[in-house]
């Protein structure tokens, strides 16, 4: 009789873990795709909308144009979940025309909105080359107005943001540099290794960041065949590997955060490393990847930090983005955004 208790209790155990998607039991019986996917529903979560409903059109603060809401556009349609994604770059698209009409441009300081709008309108199926309009009707060219051919006083104003994603935005959908372009990769590329530190970290001026260095890590991935670069990416790998924490996790300005990690995962998986099983990137049992689990909801979502009692939706983003790298290493492809093959 106690046996058979035992048993039930056993079983019990098992079945709760299973259903609050979090520990390793649970990721040892599904695919980094069913996390993905679980992943996904728990952004729907944090807009308070149903498994069944569309997230990307008629939801309140829900808007194309927008930081959380481009990333999550981009990563639901990754997973291939049904979604509004016509509606969405048809709202992006309209909310582009308005800006250039009124300012010009998207920003008058920050590059990246430009690189991260590339990057959605590319993953949903658009041509960032022609995306949105003038007053007189002609096309606008994101990529030019955005990277190459800048159209404010330097692509690296903002920091190393501004070279790091506009390699990631030309390289999400292979967008060829045309000759006498004020910038190409290579001038990219040099610019941003150039800022390397001595210990082989990236940051906002002298300060080391980890999540500045593993998002450089990333957007040089495809550049490791220059010794010079790769040199550069092994310094950078030896950085994160020496500052991950005991537990598995990482630190960004004093606070343990899911984003770093999931960062972390990003430029591992990019630089062919399996967040999973390389010994660097283990400490006492734990990896950086199970350390990601630490931040989850039993709803999908993830956190910003361990003491945060819901999930937050840029966090969430991050965990897709972590989870779309590791999916594409897994299918021998470089880093979360590969959308031109």
Known sequence: M??????????????????CGCGNERREENTVYDIAMNTALGQKNVFGVKDSENLLSGVKGFSAGTAVCDWTAMAFKEFGIEDNYDGFLEDLEEKITEEYASEGE????????????????????????????????????????????????????????????????????????????RYTRESIVAALAAEQHEDGSFGFGERSDVDMTAMAL?????????????????????????????????????????????????????????????????????????????????????????????????ATDQAMMAMMALINFENGKSGAFVFND
């Not at 949105?132 to 002609?138: C, L, N």
């Not at 998986?269 to 931040?295: M, Q, W």
């Open 2 to 19: 106690k046996n058979m208790f035992y048993k039930i209790a056993a079983v019990c155990l098992a079945l709760s873990l299973l259903l």
């Open 106 to 181: 998207l920003d008058p300081t920050k590059a990246t909105e430009w690189h991260r709008t590339i990057l959605v309108v590319t993953a949903l199926g658009g041509d960032a080359t022609a995306f949105g309009s003038y007053p007189d009707g002609t096309k606008i060219n994101l990529v030019a107005d955005g990277i190459y051919n800048y159209i404010n006083e330097d692509l690296g104003n903002q920091g190393i943001n501004g070279y790091i994603y506009a390699l990631l935005a030309l390289d999400c959908g292979g967008y060829e540099i045309p000759e006498g372009s």
């Open 218 to 314: 990333h957007s040089l991935a495809p550049y490791s065949g220059d010794p010079e670069i790769k040199a550069a990416i092994d310094a950078g790998i030896k950085f994160l590997s020496e500052e991950q924490n005991g537990d598995g996790s990482y630190t960004s300005m004093d606070i343990k955060t899911s984003e770093s990690i999931s960062q972390v995962i990003i430029a591992l998986c990019a630089n062919g490393i399996d967040p999973r099983t390389d010994e660097r990137f283990i400490k006492h049992g734990t990896s950086v990847y199970d350390a990601l689990f630490d931040f989850r909801k039993a709803d999908g979502s993830f956190s910003h930090t361990l003491e945060d009692e819901k999930g937050d939706a840029l």
